[in-house]
Structures are given as C-alpha cells and as structure tokens.
C-alpha cells in the first residue's frame, strides 16, 4: 500500500496513521452485515484501495477521513449484500455465517495456536452472537445497514441516510421493522456460566453416545442446521426435533470414531469444534434457552473454517 507523504510530510504520516486506525471499526462493521470475515476483509480491502486511488488533494478535501471509509464500506457492503441474497438462495443446504473464533479456550483461558492480527480482530458481543446474525440474515439489505449502523454502530439516521441512498425518515423506519425482527426472536438471557455448563454436557454426552442424556439437554422442538461445502455435504433440511437430532448426534458419533471434540467460544457464546487427525472439521454454535438447547448451527464448509485451523 502507497502513501502520498513526502520526506518529513509529518501532517501525512499522521493522516496516514489516522486512516489505518479505522481498520478495526471497518472489519467489524462489514463483518456484521455480511456475516463473513473473508468478505468483510475484501471490503476493508477494497475501500482502501479506492482511497489511495484518489489524489493527495482530494484526500486532504475529506474533512473526516474516518467517516468516508464508513461510507464506501457501507455502500459496498449494501451492494454485496444484494447480490449474496441470490447467491444463498441457490446455496446446497442453510447458509450460516462464518463463525468466528475467540483467541483463548473458554474453558481453560489457555492459546488456542490462532494468530489474529489486533487490527482484523472482529469485537465479540452480543451483535455478533450466532442467533443474532441469523436474524439479520432474514432482513433485507437495507433493514440491515441501517439498523446496524444506527443501533450498533450509533450512526445518525442523517449518516445512514447518506449510506444507503434513502431519507433520514426512511431510515428510521427500516431500523424499526429490523428491531422488531431483533424484538420477535429474543429469548430469555440465560447466563453465560451456564451456557457453558450445558455445552459441556453435551459434549460428554455425544462423546459418551448416550442419546437419554442427549435427550434431557435438547429441546423437544429443537432445530439442528448444518452447512456444507467442497467436497462436504450438506444437510438439505434442517432436523427437527430434540429425538432426531439427538439420534442424529450419536450416528456422527458412531461413523467418525477418531473424531475430537473440543470446547470453544464460537462468535463470543460458549460452543464447540470437532477435530479429525488435529483439522477443524466443524464448529458448532448453540441456542441455549433456560435449561435446553433450542438450536444448534454446524458449520462444516471447509472455506468458512479457516481462521479455525491451528496449524
């Protein structure tokens, strides 16, 4: 990457310093609207190369740089989430979002061998929990930049006008339809501590294939969804059913013997990942309401399971 400084440019090299600053909000905001840190990274990509392609008087024209980026970011994403809608509906089996790996094990705090730039590291939060992104997903492109540059990013609705080519009042009301959509699929909170505790149980249990155990942590109208990729299939359907899914569990059990299971915060909530001969095969996100697990995301499609590989 080119900058335009000169020798003892000092106002460039702090513009400069000022521009590569934002690379952390940029990731993080167009990771929450596409679900996917690969494409979040083309888009930071791309906004900076439209930026160095401007002259070094149209740079210093840009009263705030910060907000510029924003923008561009912004609108790439609206259009790549237009074009990602046609392409997920011709998706073989759910699409679910990239999940997202925390650095430490949750259980023991102890690397888990994944190298995360500081600057590329997405906030892990509610905003970014497995349940949530899936409900953005259900939105339309505009419901979902407006509602999370407004409610997660705290942009204007006059900003967020300017993003997604509507009025302030338009904004607004594409942010309230996509609160209720948010307000619709909320359940009671169940506390972290014991989220953990479930998971873990279930992993014993799946380990154990004990299918009664399985049985009393599932949900009875409980949903499994899994993606698929490659050379891996998918789950054309999701299972339904807290007996199905766990009859389903104990038949992975049983035709993947060597298969390792390991406790992992999956896009900031306690989770799991299967490991075959020490590769990730899967991550598995979880829904948990009260006592019971409601839903379980599998993400098997090797090109979502990248920042996951420990080398």
Known sequence: MTTHSG???DRSDAGLSAIISERRQLINLAYR????????????????????????????AIASPG????????RICLNLLSSARARRETYVGEWIPEPLPDPTEWISGRPDGISVDPADRVTLDESVSMAFLVVL??????ERVAFVLHDVFRYSFAEVAEIVGRTPAACRQLASSARRRIRDSQTAATPAS???GIVRD?????????????????DPGATGIADGGGLVSALLRPIEGGERIARHFVGLAALAPGLTLLERTVNGQPGLIA???????SVFAFQVEGDRIKRIWAVRNPDKLHPWTTG
């Open 137 to 142: 997903e259900a939105m339309t492109p505009a």
């Open 67 to 74: 907000a510029w980026l924003t923008k561009v970011a912004g």
């Open 7 to 9: 020798p003892g440019d």
């Open 194 to 196: 014991r989220q953990a």
């Open 202 to 218: 279930f992993k014993q249990a799946w380990e154990a294939r004990d299918i009664n155990a399985l049985l009393g942590l599932l």
């Open 33 to 60: 609207l596409l679900g996917s840190l690969a494409e979040a990274e083309d888009v930071v990509q791309e906004t900076y190369l439209r930026w160095y392609a401007m002259s070094p008087q149209e740079q210093d």
């Open 275 to 281: 490991q075959q001969d020490g590769v990730t095969v």
